[in-house]
């Protein structure tokens, strides 16, 4: 593959030259983006580009800060005045996924890489022999237990996910994860890969130098307030009389994040007995990671989960930290050695998981947490292993 330093941006009506890989994402952020998709994908395309890629990108948001110079851009806007969630934003997914399938069309790239439900503009585009497709589908909240109003509202997510079925690689970001990739996606189980996502370790261990240290003991999650995210389970946890008696005097929950459960959050811990829980809104990075850093306890409550690049994130700065057994946490939290793993994904298995990890060898567990992100979840563990693929797929040729 060739190795280049360029940048070009340029509209969606604009044909580009050829480039090593093709990143397709509906997202992306590479500075202070909070969404696990936005953020997986920036590492995915700083990682190629610092391995000596040329890369394109497609996505609909407007140029991103902090874009690599060495990426060729291209805007495909999105859907004037579609909202952010809800049916009416799958309807514009829908809409954008056609628009990205034209623009292939016009594009030539000897591989082409979807993060998420942008694989559905396999639907409409049919790759030449000479193209490779690599479909990553990240958490596939598409797929997560709803109401029937919700899932009838994300039935066009799900079809366009499942255009991975005509990939000629899908990657599972964790082990855990392969019989959901297989069963929601409907991919044959050869085609799958286990590639997890990664996070930039020296980047972290530089945004927590100076985090001041608490005054009382914290625990902390970082998060969007909805319902697959499991707040309201950790609420009632923290309420639990047997879990009050053994937490230390003066203890607090911070949050980072919002969403639409923010209000029923809030007053839910102000009611008797009062959880002290502090929101924290709109923060930068700089302060996330550096309450991360600082906490005496992470906790990951979801009810649904996709990689958790936050779960990593608190192991990368070494701290103790308890998940439900869902999604890609099991691959992280092997329970009393990096992590304390909840029996289930409810209000008693957190409350239960908790007690543990007050009681817990926390510096052995904490250091075993650190050491397992830069083995495997670090940013060069992950471009090797992007790497091997696209090597195998040139030497092999598409298998289509």
């Not at 391995?51 to 495909?76: F, K, M, N």
């Not at 906490?295 to 308890?322: K, N």
Request: charged content about 20%; glycine content about 8%.
């Amino acid at each position: 593959m060739r190795s280049g330093r360029r940048r070009t941006v340029c509209s969606a009506d604009c044909t580009m030259p050829s480039c090593d890989v093709t990143v397709c994402v509906r997202a992306i952020s590479f500075g202070e983006g909070t969404g696990g998709l936005e953020r997986a994908a920036a590492q995915h395309v700083a990682g190629l580009i610092e391995a000596g890629l040329e890369v394109r990108l497609i996505t609909p948001i407007g140029l991103p800060d902090g874009l690599p110079r060495a990426v060729s851009y291209v805007s495909l806007p999105w859907p004037r005045r579609s909202p952010s969630r809800g049916p009416l934003f799958s309807i514009a997914y829908w809409a954008w996924c056609r628009r990205l399938a034209r623009e292939l069309h016009r594009t030539e790239s000897p591989l082409v890489h979807f993060h998420g439900a942008s694989a559905g503009a396999l639907r409409w585009w049919q790759p030449p022999p000479a193209t490779a497709v690599v479909v990553n589908p990240h958490g596939m909240e598409e797929f997560a237990k709803c109401s029937p109003f919700r899932r009838l509202g994300r039935a066009p997510l799900r079809h366009l996910s499942r255009g991975a079925q005509r990939a000629d690689a899908v990657i599972s970001t964790d082990d855990s994860l392969t019989p959901a990739v297989v069963r929601n996606l409907g991919v044959q189980p050869e085609k799958v890969v286990v590639i997890p996502n990664a996070v930039d370790v020296e980047r972290l261990a530089a945004l927590s130098l100076g985090a001041p240290l608490p005054d009382h003991f914290r625990i902390v999650t970082v998060g969007r307030l909805v319902l697959n995210k499991g707040y309201d389970l950790l609420l009632e946890a923290l309420k639990d009389a047997t879990v009050r008696r053994v937490l230390p005097h003066g203890w607090r929950w911070d949050h980072y994040g919002s969403g639409p459960l923010f209000p029923d959050l809030q007053q839910r811990a102000a009611e008797e007995p009062v959880v002290p829980l502090k929101m924290h809104t709109a923060q930068p990075d700089l302060v996330v990671q550096q309450a991360l850093a600082s906490c005496d306890l992470f906790i990951q409550p979801s009810r649904y989960e996709g990689s958790s690049l936050t779960t990593l994130e608190a192991m990368a700065h070494g701290r103790l930290v308890v998940g439900t057994p869902v999604g890609g946490i099991p691959d992280k939290i092997v329970d009393g050695r990096t992590g304390i793993l909840a029996s289930a994904a409810t209000a008693p298995g957190i409350s239960e998981a908790i007690e543990r990890a007050l009681r817990a060898d926390r510096e052995a567990i904490s250091s075993a947490a650190c050491a397992l992100v830069y083995e495997r979840f670090s940013q060069a563990a992950s471009v090797g292993a992007h790497l091997a693929l696209y090597d195998k797929m040139r030497v092999n040729g598409n298998p289509q």
